[in-house]
């Protein structure tokens, strides 16, 4: 289950990080959009594919796995509490509430596992 989640997320975060990073036009009109500097989208982008780095490596050494699944979810929940704040509807917070959980459940998997 490790396994599957840490793959998946990856296959998820990597995409999304690296369109920050690069600041293709989607992730500038949506960092425009909750009134954020297209450098802070591009950090954010850089936590994501750190995120996806550490998902990676912590098949093999778990503990990273879980530091990285634990920013994931925060900076999934820090990015669901600003789309609410900046008034967007609940289902545009949606996507990054569904990621926390997710993320949340690859600690879990990986706790279990030992």
Sequence with gaps: MTTILAITLS???????????????????AAAHLGMSVRLYRVIGTLEVAGVAGLLLGLTWTWLGVAAATGLTLLMAAAAVVHLRHGDPLV??????????AALA????AVSAG
């Excluded at 545009?92 to 959980?101: C, D, F, G, I, K």
């Design 92 to 101: 545009r917070a949606l996507p990054a509430v569904v990621l926390a959980v």
């Design 106 to 109: 690859s600690i879990g998997a």
């Design 11 to 29: 296959l998820v975060f990597l995409p999304l990080g690296l369109a920050k990073i690069a600041a293709v036009p989607v992730m500038r009109q």
